[in-house]
């Protein structure tokens, strides 16, 4: 993690946080400044966006020049003003007669049970997370969309725990993939390269992970899921390049990468949303198949780092502060 740059190492994406200082809150966007093709799946069943429509192969606008992801609930859809601000303050945008106007799609996930939940992201804070966008490694754990974000909600908020924003890459063939997750599940988070359970739902006693999957098995109902109160929001990035279709089938892959770390991931409490953003700096080909194994293997991983970096706050421990479960 600490040597992987994250989404910042795809050529053409720069990648910014704002962290609020009041309460766990923010927001991050990623900024494509020369625009990117751009494709979104949302899986969940309780999301919160802005503009993903038009990511549609179906619909005309072919590129986009970055995306928000915010915490807040719906209210953090407002910091997307101030990254069209930030671009348009730039000369960035899709032209309109003399007029420019930046497309910036956004998605929200709930994170209004950490502090005050007046405190939300605003067009101030969307402004603020571009001016602190650059290519150096992505910052990652309790920072931008992540900073409130919680895991394990499955059975009951007091047995949850921290999640966070995670960042990782790949670089095959001269192709590079990154992505860029902000983790606030419902579900636990697994290491799926090891199996090892890293972050969720808690013990009774709140000393160990419960594991979620096991229990729902082993017949111990969850408690009832409030829609909207959790959601897993990524940026998957590539300097392939690719038509919006292929953008779009990207985002449906990275999905993949968020079953593979996230269990059970979709439920009808997670408004699961993934853009992907194509920037078409590299020369190189790859085979879709290669492309797609790379997208979900980076989501998984940027999903597990953003839980190991995460640190503890409040009554929610971070996957650091926690016993293994139970053999």
């Known amino acids: 993690m600490a040597d992987d740059p994250g989404l910042s190492a795809v050529a053409g994406l720069r990648v910014g946080h704002y962290t609020d200082p009041r309460r766990p809150t923010g927001c991050t966007v990623v900024?494509?400044?020369?625009?990117?093709?751009?494709?979104?799946?949302?899986?969940?069943?309780?999301?919160?966006?802005?503009?993903?429509?038009?990511?549609?192969?179906?619909?005309?606008?072919?590129?986009?020049?970055?995306?928000?992801?915010?915490?807040?609930?719906?209210?953090?859809?407002?910091?997307?003003?101030?990254?069209?601000?930030?671009?348009?303050?730039?000369?960035?945008?899709?032209?309109?007669?003399?007029?420019?106007?930046?497309?910036?799609?956004?998605?929200?996930?709930?994170?209004?049970?950490?502090?005050?939940?007046?405190?939300?992201?605003?067009?101030?804070?969307?402004?603020?997370?571009?001016?602190?966008?650059?290519?150096?490694?992505?910052?990652?754990?309790?920072?931008?969309?992540?900073?409130?974000?919680?895991?394990?909600?499955?059975?009951?908020?007091?047995?949850?725990?921290?999640?966070?924003?995670?960042?990782?890459?790949?670089?095959?063939?001269?192709?590079?993939?990154?992505?860029?997750?902000?983790?606030?599940?419902?579900?636990?988070?697994?290491?799926?390269r090891t199996g090892q359970l890293l972050a969720g739902a808690r013990s009774a006693d709140g000393l160990r992970l419960l594991d979620s999957t096991r229990a729902l098995l082993d017949g111990e109902p969850p408690l009832p899921?409030?829609?909207?109160?959790?959601?897993?929001?990524?940026?998957?990035?590539?300097?392939?390049?690719?038509?919006?279709?292929?953008?779009?089938?990207?985002?449906?892959?990275?999905h993949d990468g968020l079953a593979r770390s996230i269990g059970p991931v979709h439920t009808q409490g997670d408004g699961d949303t993934v853009f992907c953003l194509a920037t078409g700096r590299s020369s190189a080909h790859l085979h879709p198949v290669t492309l797609g194994t790379m997208v979900a293997e980076v989501t998984a991983r940027a999903v597990v780092n953003a839980v190991r970096a995460a640190h503890g706050w409040g009554p929610f421990p971070a996957a650091r502060d926690l016993a293994p479960p139970l053999p």
């Open 31 to 192: 900024l494509a400044p020369e625009g990117a093709v751009g494709g979104v799946d949302v899986r969940g069943a309780a999301p919160g966006t802005r503009d993903t429509e038009l990511l549609s192969p179906l619909n005309a606008v072919e590129r986009v020049h970055g995306v928000l992801l915010a915490g807040g609930s719906a209210f953090g859809l407002d910091a997307a003003g101030g990254v069209m601000r930030w671009l348009e303050e730039r000369g960035i945008g899709h032209s309109v007669g003399p007029h420019r106007v930046p497309i910036v799609p956004a998605a929200i996930l709930f994170d209004l049970f950490t502090g005050d939940p007046a405190v939300r992201p605003d067009a101030a804070a969307g402004y603020a997370a571009c001016q602190a966008a650059g290519e150096g490694p992505v910052p990652q754990g309790n920072v931008g969309a992540g900073a409130g974000a919680l895991v394990g909600k499955l059975y009951g908020l007091a047995r949850a725990m921290k999640g966070g924003l995670g960042s990782a890459s790949l670089r095959v063939g001269g192709v590079t993939v990154g992505a860029v997750v902000a983790v606030n599940a419902v579900g636990d988070v697994r290491d799926p």
């Open 225 to 254: 899921l409030q829609p909207g109160a959790a959601t897993t929001l990524a940026v998957v990035g590539t300097d392939a390049l690719l038509t919006k279709a292929q953008a779009n089938k990207l985002a449906q892959l990275a």
